[in-house]
């Protein structure tokens, strides 16, 4: 397994999609830092003091979950747009065994994203709050789970990029799917007159991760649930459409 | 000891049964021409051999394992399809790289074999600046990878140049020296048969022909053509001998169901000159395609 998860890693760095997609992150991410900057201390803005750390951190969250479910996407559905299927099958026969290999290494792709959407935002930020002379403690508890929840979140914002790719072999139309669900998934609970859904859908479970509050399910259940969820498309892409016959 | 075993094989897709009751033998050590019309069920079989596509019926194994059983398939069977494909942003030498990974072999290998095909100037460039020749040789180098004892080749021939078929035959002549079974599929028997020492025709999914080259043509049709000033008179002493004769011009005749001594003695006999006489046999290609053309139109 170790082998293929390498193999994975490998794949990913040998292409400039996933170098495209760390160099947006970063690039959005320091975006969003500098509007922040701009308009945090007026009236209905977050207020420059010690507080607005943990949500620093997150600041990037919004566009770094959809590159993640867009990277994973295209790990999985590049190898039928491009036919590399056939020779990653041929070394691995056992299908079932690519897509759990797809799944660690997107999900750490996956961390790293996060590491560097936060290590831009805090690399920004904390020079900016010393400069308004904002004493910031970085070794917070809020914000290393902040921290966490990100990674996480954007690990497995991935991992459901490939379950949504191994069950909709399409490129396009998985990412317009994953996409299109986000939306979606907004506005069931008001449609449905089921506020206490949002929680239980996978976007309102994923948001426990890096923001739990008594709207949403715990930090842990929420990510367990989210996880779940990506997995489930996984194992059901795999089981019904990864292992038909490739001609 | 058979390399390849195929029983009772078909597949179907939707109305069409791309491969009907296939079977046949590999022996290990041998190399056999794969042979049928675009459109036979080569590349199916082929596929179902690798465990690509599933059969609707009957086995394709390696000596009795299945694609999917081996215990290390990249070193036992080394395979180039047709829609094996490589991401077109990726090297040469990171894509072999990306396989040796996964199938745990040593990166060294990714280097030997590029230089076994040719590439090795071209491996760090992109695949997707590649000729179809290049790709045909990175695919090769792929099924080179695991240095396999059986290697499946689907037209391994087609984008390649002249040279470039030249230097795929030595490949293969050069593989079967070294005691290894090859599979090699083609739909023109011109392109196999100074390498294979058999071929399997199949045509409409169906087995038509498996034998060497040398009993396929020996059983093919052979007549003997003769030019003399006296074509009526020959014709007339051969045919009353029994022998199928057609007068093909004024002074030719082609006669079949004898051979050429018996022609000669029967002139001799009637004191008929003889101008010129020679021995034919349909060629391999005709063979080919009356064995595949039998029994109805391709559709």
Known sequence: MTRLVNAELLKLRTTRTAVGVFALTVAVTALIMTAVMLIAGRPGQPAIDSGILPDLVVVAKGPLVIFALILGVLGMSGEFRHGTATPTFLVTPHRGRVVAAKVVAHALAGVTLAAASAVVALGIGLPWLRSKGVEVAIFDADVGSRLLGLAATSALHAVLGIGLAALIRNQVVAVAAGLLWMRIEDLLPAVLHRPGLGRWLPEGAAAALT???????????????????????????????VRRDLT | MSAINVHGLSKRFGDVLAVDGLGFDVEEGTVVGFLGPNGAGKTTTLRMLLGLVAPTA??????????????????????????????????????????????????????EVLGQVGLADAAGRRVGGFSLGMRQRLGLAAALLGDPGVLLLDEPANGLDPEGIHWLRGLIRRQADEGRTVLVSSHLLAEVAQTVDQVVIIARGRLVAHSTLADLTAGAAAAVRVRTPQAEALRDRLAAGGAAVQLDGPDKLVVTGVTTEQVGRAAAAAGIVLHEMRFERSNLEEVFLELTNHGGNRS
Do not use: K
């Open chain 1, 211 to 241: 923001g739990a509050s008594p709207a949403t399910l715990s930090m842990w259940a929420g990510g367990l649930l989210f996880a779940a969820y990506g997995l489930a498309l996984a194992l059901i892409g795999t089981r019904f459409v």
């Open chain 2, 58 to 111: 009957g086995t394709a194994t390696f000596a009795g394992r299945a694609y999917r059983e081996l215990p290390a398939p990249t070193r036992m069977v080394g395979a180039v399809l047709e829609a094996s494909g490589f991401h077109p942003g990726r090297s040469a030498r990171n894509h072999l790289r990306v396989l040796a990974t996964a199938a745990g072999l040593p990166g060294s290998r990714v280097d």
